[in-house]
């Protein structure tokens, strides 16, 4: 099914695969199966049984797939998916991603949270919350809380950020040719 541009309002199911242009969600939109879509902007609910792939993304509202792949991804509420594979991760001021991040370059910004990221760079603004953060390059500022912190190359933690393991390893999992 290809679909140019849809705008949800209300409340939409559709049977996937589907493909589409644009896709600007204010209500609620369902689909089951996979999306392939070149840009997506929540601002309600976004649900997608399968897996969405997408040029952009940004998520004012909730997404929720089973996986994403995606160029840019800006979640500025909350996404949801067992990955998220991307060239770069934006994380919003108090929002949250629940599942595996894996992306070039991760910024999570001032008291977001977020479950695991993989990066080649990644940033953890003040107040910020990671289980665990695998990196080549990562800076953690001041009040930023990580469980688990493995680098490659470098790692600068400042002093007021509570990190409670630091490991350094020769190389992470990244999905993306990065660098």
Known sequence: MGIEELRVGGSVKLRGPIKAGRIDVGGSLQVDGDLEVEALKIGGAASVTGNLRAAEVVVGGSIKAKAIKVDVIKVGGEAEAEKIVAREVVVGKKSRVRGEINACKVTVEKDAEVDKVVGYEV?????????????????????????????????????????????????????LKCA
Do not use: C, F, I, P
């Open 123 to 175: 940033v953890l603004r003040r107040g910020s919350e990671a289980n665990r953060v695998e990196a080549y390059k990562v800076v953690v500022e001041e009040d930023a809380e990580v469980r688990e912190l493995v680098y490659v190359e470098s790692a600068e933690v400042d002093e007021e950020a509570d990190v409670k393991k630091v490991s350094r390893v020769e190389s992470v999992n990244l999905e």
